[in-house]
């Protein structure tokens, strides 16, 4: 069974303040790792998607890394903007597409 | 152009009764997903679609709780005899085909049983 482990839970940043999120996964097959943001009420939103370890991917102030057992979501310089909860996914060959989350990091950045 | 939209973004419900909820997806998105969002419990898998049929429905939690598609376009979500443990946010995404593609969310559907 796939599983999939956030840290830290909750995450809060001076603005400007860089830091990074982790995921860590275990699954048979790893056919793609996504990194979603949420924000409250609303449903999640793409960010990136990483297919092979070593892999980077860059969005304005995030940039997702993959190894062959965790992945990371770097923010550099945060702003208060950047507040949401991060939500990492991961889907194996065998359930057509099926993603299997992480219990997500709750992010704040204060001014 | 439009996203996935879901309806209606919320509803109350008395324990017992029955509810729908719909998922219009992506225009040209043969894939479909349900996911649960629960407070303790994550994101989970309910159900896929690839077109009209489902070949996984393994995260359905009961047989009150069943999906249907039609004309590889819209889903409805359909929950029987509901509970309060049915409480929850219920979320809806497409893709443009099923394995590694993209999953695109709309807002959910925030169900509430009294």
């Known amino acids: 069974e796939d599983q999939v482990t956030q840290s830290p839970e909750a995450l809060r940043l001076q603005e400007g303040e860089s830091s990074s999120l982790n995921c860590s996964y275990t699954v048979s097959g790893l056919r793609g790792l996504f990194w979603y943001r949420q924000d409250p009420g609303k449903g999640p939103e793409f960010l990136f998607t990483l297919y092979s370890a070593g892999e980077e991917k860059e969005k304005e102030r995030l940039k997702a890394t993959l190894t062959k057992k965790e992945s990371f979501l770097h923010i550099t310089a945060p702003k208060p903007e950047d507040s949401a909860t991060y939500l990492c996914a991961v889907t194996d060959g065998t359930s057509y597409g099926k993603l299997t989350f992480g219990q997500g990091t709750i992010l704040t950045v204060h001014p | 152009g439009a996203g996935v939209s879901q309806s209606p973004s919320n509803k109350v419900t008395e324990k017992g009764k029955d509810v729908e909820l719909r998922c219009d997806p992506i225009?040209?998105?043969?894939?479909l997903y349900w996911y649960r969002q629960s407070l303790g419990q994550g994101l989970e898998f309910l159900i896929y679609f690839q077109g009209n049929s489902a070949p996984d429905k393994s995260g359905l939690p009961s047989d009150r709780f069943s999906a249907e598609r039609t004309g590889g376009s819209v889903s409805t979500l359909t929950i029987q005899r509901t509970q309060q443990e049915d409480s929850a946010v219920y979320l809806c995404?497409?893709?443009?085909?099923?394995?590694?593609?993209?999953?695109?969310f709309g807002p959910g559907t925030r169900l509430t049983v009294l």
């Open positions: 225009s040209g998105h043969t894939a």
């Open positions: 995404a497409s893709s443009i085909e099923a394995g590694t593609d993209t999953q695109y």
